[in-house]
């Protein structure tokens, strides 16, 4: 196969736009609130790799997941591009999840019963993806370099071998957005190095834009800029 020849070379990465997002936790009686984030406002410009680093619990989690389409804020805006998503319905956001977004996680979260291909292309399978996915599994495969591994299950692999193909899933539908949380929390210090120019070299290749939530400076440098998460708020660190 020629490389790049079934998918176009530049996914168009998205804008990312907060405006005044507040968020709380828990409206039990027992449990009472918990406020994550205070009136938070803020923009990344479509194509960058930004960096979100904070203590823990300040909030980190809860920005890729409301940029994610995962949860919605409790006040507030979120705008992917043009469009709202703190307003679409719980459809909407599946929708948007599935065709726009990639999600990579600490703990990998790979499909246990289904093989390194079966597992990459899911997110193809969920979006009624027809053809060329065998060619796009395929050129995936190849970019996460573990074309060899195919047909092989989860609990076969390594730490880092496992969040390569969590990688592979997260971009095999060219999701202009690509989130990653502590992708490399619970790797040792190589194999993250690996996953994190894993990272890079997607970023460059695919042009999303890139937010990556991490406790690590050396992570951190990977990306554009960092932005400080403290106490569910955020400020912007200069770019290097
Ligand atoms: N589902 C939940 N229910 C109640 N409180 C929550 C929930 N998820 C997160 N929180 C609280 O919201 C705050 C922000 O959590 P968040 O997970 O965003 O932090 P984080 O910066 O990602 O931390 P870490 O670095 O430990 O991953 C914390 O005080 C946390 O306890
Ligand atoms: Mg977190």
């Known amino acids: 196969m ?18 005044e997002v507040h968020h709380e936790y828990g409206r039990t009686e027992e449990a009472g609130t918990v406020t994550a984030l205070e009136n938070i406002s803020l923009e990344i410009p479509a194509g960058d790799f930004a960096v979100l680093m904070g203590p823990s619990g300040s909030g980190k989690s809860t920005i890729l997941n409301l940029i994610g389409a995962v949860d919605r804020p409790t006040r507030g805006r979120v705008m992917l591009g043009d469009r709202e998503i703190s307003s679409m319905s719980e459809r909407d956001l599946t929708l948007v999840r599935r065709m726009k977004i990639g999600f990579i996680f ?54 880092g071998e496992m969040q390569r193909v969590a990688i592979g899933r997260a971009v095999v539908h060219d999701p202009p957005l690509l989130l990653a949380d502590e992708p490399t929390g619970n790797l040792d210090t190589r194999t993250g190095e690996r996953i994190l120019e894993l990272i890079r070299s997607i970023h460059q290749s695919r042009n999303p834009t890139v937010v990556m939530a991490t406790h690590s400076d050396r992570a951190a440098s990977f990306g554009d800029y960092v932005i400080d998460v403290i106490d569910g708020t955020v400020g912007r660190r200069e770019p290097r």
């Open 106 to 159: 600490q703990f990998f979260n790979l499909i246990p019963t289904l093989t390194v291909r079966e597992n990459i292309e899911f997110p193809l399978a969920l979006g009624g993806e027809r053809g060329g996915m065998r060619e796009r599994v395929d050129r995936v495969l190849d970019e996460i370099a573990l074309g060899h591994r195919a047909s092989h299950y989860p609990n076969e692999l390594s730490g």
């Open 2 to 19: 020629q490389p790049g020849m079934l998918v176009s070379p530049a996914t168009m990465g998205l804008t990312i736009r907060l405006d």
